[in-house]
């Protein structure tokens, strides 16, 4: 049987508040699966304890009780997160390196060197859309260009798991657009994803699961499908009804005892409206 990707086991995190006799629980017997090869949406507002689960997940904190496991090892070894690439929510980059610059140090640190590196960078720098911008100073990108090439250092050593903390956050519609379809393009390629946002048109989108969090604990997980759907309710769209034929369906629906609870017509998204209006927009030098 394969070992999901990320396996969260009964996780309790408790803080101590400096300078008080108290204690804040931050992760309360927290259980979850991510699959290989899915893109998981781990939800929650401000304080419900994903930031502290993601770095139970990557190391970065000790849990009280429970464990993390990455592809069936445990969290707290080193070796399971070499099959990790991570993306902060605010990602610092050193200003004076430019972006080609940027991958290769981080692809020294992950032990790449040589043709395979110079390969690897031009491979991720298409990836993400940032051929033209290889030789620009970090220091003069936009938020959505941070977040792209802090992407794409997430991706250097090519990880089977990439965790995602806010990734959109702060960016511009068509940034925002661009980074949801770089995750769907990871997706394609087999690539497992583990995501936090408060965007959640966008995580309706991309995501395959969702765990819902509040004040520590999971309140709601499972197939975004199943999360959405509105069990007693059926929709039908039609395109070119005439009004003869919609009148009939209005009876029909009265005879058969049901209620027709609404009947309008369909609307776009005002993503989709703005990224239409735009596209053909001269883009600035950001």
């Known amino acids: 049987m394969t070992s999901p990707a990320v396996r969260i086991e009964n996780l309790t995190k408790i803080f101590p508040v400096p300078l008080r006799r108290q204690r804040v629980t931050a992760v309360r017997n927290l259980t979850f699966e991510v699959r290989p090869g899915e893109v998981?949406?781990?939800?929650?507002?401000?304080g419900s304890g994903k930031s502290t689960t993601l770095k139970i997940l990557l190391g970065l904190v000790t849990p009280n009780q429970g464990r993390a496991m990455i592809f069936g090892k445990d969290s707290r070894d080193y070796h399971s997160r070499a099959a990790v690439g991570f993306?902060?929510?605010?990602?610092?980059?050193?200003?004076?390196?430019?972006a080609a610059e940027t991958l290769r140090f981080y692809g020294n640190v992950c032990g790449l060197q040589g043709a395979t590196l110079n390969k690897r960078i031009d491979e991720l720098l298409s990836l993400v859309g940032l051929e033209d911008a290889r030789d620009r100073r970090i220091g003069g990108f936009s938020k959505g260009m941070l977040q792209r090439i802090g992407l794409a250092q997430a991706?250097?050593?090519d990880p089977l798991l990439i965790v995602?903390?806010?990734?959109?956050?702060?960016?511009?519609?068509?940034?925002s657009h661009q980074i949801?379809?770089?995750?769907?393009?990871?997706?394609?390629?087999?690539?497992?994803?583990?995501?936090?946002?408060?965007?959640?048109?966008?995580?309706?989108?991309?995501?395959d699961r969702v765990g819902i969090m509040a004040r520590g604990e999971m309140i709601r997980e499972g197939a975004l499908e199943d999360l959405v759907s509105v069990k007693n309710q059926t929709e039908f769209i039609i395109e070119n009804l005439s009004p003869e034929v919609r009148l009939q369906i209005e009876q029909l629906v009265q005879k058969s005892g049901s209620n027709l609870l609404s009947s309008?017509?369909?609307?776009?998204?005002?993503?989709?409206?703005?990224?239409?209006?735009t596209a053909?927009?001269?883009?600035?030098?950001?």
Request: charged share 25%.
């Open 155 to 157: 991706l250097v050593q």
């Open 280 to 286: 053909t927009q001269p883009q600035g030098s950001k």
């Open 264 to 277: 309008r017509q369909p609307q776009r998204s005002l993503e989709s409206v703005f990224l239409e209006l």
């Open 40 to 46: 998981y949406g781990l939800l929650g507002p401000n």
């Open 164 to 175: 995602l903390d806010e990734p959109t956050a702060g960016v511009d519609p068509a940034g």
């Open 180 to 207: 949801r379809d770089l995750i769907l393009d990871l997706k394609k390629r087999g690539k497992t994803i583990l995501l936090t946002s408060h965007l959640l048109e966008q995580v309706q989108e991309i995501c």
């Open 87 to 98: 993306l902060p929510e605010n990602p610092y980059f050193y200003k004076f390196l430019t």
